[in-house]
């Protein structure tokens, strides 16, 4: 709980207040425009001139029009928010090391001795994309099957959070730990999957997912500095 209000304070300073506008403002616009796009693009398509010249394949093709409308206009608004956030966490995940070096020179003056090769990061995290890729792909496929069609959202819901957890603890803990730390670094602790899990239920609450990135590495880096160091003392 100290964790908490310590991250709570600085989260509210000037400077990480500016940090979390980034993610908020960058993202918002990316997926608000694409949306729009999207909109746009489905009014203006021209389905009985462009694909078929006889009425009932144009009867056809306009039922599929409305129905992209409405699932465009009742999912999309709650499509486009769920992948703002993933991408807010990525655009975080270029301050990060800018978040880290604060918290660190505010509260630990932790000295790293070497930092972790960003190619590996890329490689780690390009690995654990892939993954998720497999496992988004056997997800959908259980939407076309019946009876284990109900069971999809949750798998889905849950294939969300592996991406989520792995981005985000990989991400803070490499500008955190040593490379020898990070190397031998277990992410599947229960504190850390505690914590990440409620996280991404926030996420999933309209607009705190745009504003909170940077909050959950504040806290994160807090976490990580604090079992570093707790373990320093145990060692000597």
Known sequence: MNNFFISLKDFFTFKFLIFSLAPLIASFTLFLSLFIYLINYINNINLNEEYFNFFLGAFVLQILHIAIMLFTIAGGGFLTLHLSVFFAIIIVSFLTPFIVKEINLKHY?????????????????????????????????????????????????????????????HDVASSVLNKNDFLSFNPFKIKYLTCIFLFYLICNIPYLGFFLPVFFVIFLSHLLFQNELNLKIQST
């Open 109 to 169: 003056h932790y000295c790293k001795l070497d930092e972790v090769n960003f190619i590996y990061i890329c490689w780690l995290l390009t690995k654990l994309f892939i993954k998720f890729l497999i496992l988004l792909f056997f997800t959908m496929i259980f939407y076309i099957i019946p009876v284990l069609n109900l069971l999809a959202p949750i798998l889905l819901f849950f294939v969300m959070f592996y991406l989520f957890f792995n981005f985000l603890i």
